[in-house]
């Protein structure tokens, strides 16, 4: 009798572990399925429609381009990532910019698309033409304003995009302040309001202080162009950051990003690209803006504005932003070039390895600028 209990209590613990371990092996590998195909963040905005154009990509060694990650990407070895700032109405989109990550050769390059590219009745039925007003007011292909957008800037410049980011300037503040806020050296005062001033030098920025720097524009000489220079310095600093946390760490903050995010990224994609982010070093993290000139009132409408340099931007795409991709030409984009008389923005970038040691870009402030002195 005893020998029968011990052998029953002995299949009993044997049969539980197994049991464990099966629940082990099935729960996480549901669990994994659950998040890997969770979109926390999509409802805000909505999915990206497919892509039904045709790239034609550069030959090369079959697996040469296998960048071994598991990312619903178009084109093997490059995901890219459109990223957007709303205004506070969440109608304008005022920060533009396509970051396409280089996963083989643990690059990323940014490209920063001012808010007053003109891209005509073609992309937007707004008066200015402006390229900030396709998100809602969009005359092309796109079943809502996040897929209008991506239609035109795909046209413009011809890259397939992955995916799709964005934020509301007024919830920056939230975002910054549950990553703990982000260390950087202000390289000159700002008064963003009487009341609300930063003062050059090293510190770190409280999510409020964060939406200050990245807004400013009132005193800097040329505006708006000015201000994308000035944002590449926070840039820098938020991806040190980042850096600096790691991915278990930016995911911890994950209820935060659900609340004030807007995308289509899966969470096992943002491990994956933030992940990617640590291996690339900050030198290989460039930042360029669409060459182009002022416009200004009474040259295309009443409007002041930003008009794209056509053959400058295929050169600069081919270059840095279609590493496995065939050259685009001229004729192959959706470009409306107004006019062409100036080079001053033809060839604006910085690194952010050079920001972060202090080679800063250089934005000239007015005359009549509000000072502490």
Known sequence: MVKKNKFRIFRDILLLLITLVVIFFLGSSMIKSIISAKQPFVKKQGQLETDMNTYVLKPSEPGAVYDGLDLDQYIEGQYTLLGLGMDEDGLNTDIMMLAVFDLNAAKI????????????????????????????????????????????????????????????????????????????????????ESDKILYKGEQVLTGEQSEWFVRFRHDYLEGDLARIRAQRIFLAAAMQKVKDLGTIKVLSIYSTLKEYLMSDLEINEIGMLSDFAQTVPMENVTVRMVPGEDLDKGEINEYYGYTIHEQETVDMLNEYFRPYQENLYAEDLHIFEVKNTVPYYDDDSSNFGDIMNGDVPDVPFRDDANTLD
Do not use: H, W
């Open 109 to 192: 390059n940014i490209l920063q698309i001012p808010r007053d590219c003109y891209v005509g009745p073609e992309y937007t039925n707004a008066s200015t033409g402006k390229i900030n007003s396709v998100f809602s007011e969009g005359s092309c292909s796109g079943s809502d304003g996040i897929n209008k957008v991506v239609t035109c800037v795909r046209d413009l410049f011809g890259i397939p995009i992955d995916s799709y980011i964005a934020i509301k300037c007024t919830d920056v503040p939230p975002v910054v302040d549950a990553m703990g806020g982000i260390p950087m050296n202000v390289p000159y005062n700002i008064i963003y």
